[in-house]
């Protein structure tokens, strides 16, 4: 099914939160059929990539940056250990968190996730000239950046 953004109110206030989760969900369609040619569901290669590529060996640290709930986090980590990709080992000084290891198999197929978050990278900068990426690129970091201090401000300010 093709996203159809013409269905958006060009006058609507909202028309970048619409377009913004139109462009996610058609990104989502695409990488998880790309995952499922390796045997991944979406967030196991968000799982498996972080740990190999951005070096976050603890499960606590994991569901941190990937804002994945430690619940579910620790299905992803059970099933990625079960396919063999990776191993747990319990911290001494909290139970709670694992260190975690990728396997070789684990390793080329983070590898594998890599080259589909490149492809689809190189697909999404075909549509824009290099100084559109840059202020894409710009923009984006400029709006994630208000929104985390907005989140921390909001949180700060309902504890109080």
């Known amino acids: 099914m093709k996203e159809?953004?013409?269905?958006?109110n060009a006058?609507?206030?909202h028309?970048?939160?619409?377009?913004?989760?139109?462009?996610?969900?058609?990104l989502n369609r695409m990488a998880v059929e790309k995952f499922k040619a390796i045997n991944l569901g979406f967030q196991q290669?968000?799982?498996?990539r972080e740990l190999v590529f951005e070096n976050t060996p603890t499960s606590t640290e994991l569901a941190l940056k990937t804002t994945t709930d430690p619940?579910?986090?620790?299905?992803?980590?059970?099933?990625?250990?079960?396919?063999?990709?990776?191993?747990?080992?319990?911290?001494?000084?909290?139970?709670r968190s694992w260190s975690l290891e990728c396997t070789a198999s684990?390793?080329?197929?983070?590898?594998?996730?890599?080259?589909?978050?490149?492809?689809i990278?190189?697909?999404?900068?075909?549509?824009?000239?290099?100084?559109?990426?840059?202020?894409?690129?710009?923009?984006?970091?400029?709006?994630a950046d208000f929104l985390t201090k907005k989140e921390i401000y909001d949180k700060r300010k309902s504890e109080s």
């Open 121 to 143: 990278d190189d697909l999404l900068k075909e549509s824009l000239s290099q100084k559109e990426q840059g202020e894409f690129v710009h923009l984006l970091r400029k709006i």
């Open 11 to 13: 006058d609507s206030e």
């Open 71 to 95: 619940a579910a986090l620790s299905r992803i980590i059970s099933s990625l250990e079960k396919k063999g990709f990776l191993k747990r080992k319990n911290m001494k000084e909290d139970r």
């Open 106 to 119: 684990g390793k080329t197929i983070a590898e594998q996730v890599n080259t589909i978050y490149e492809e």
């Open 15 to 26: 028309q970048i939160l619409f377009v913004f989760a139109g462009v996610r969900r058609i």
């Open 4 to 8: 159809n953004f013409k269905t958006l």
């Open 45 to 48: 290669a968000i799982i498996l």
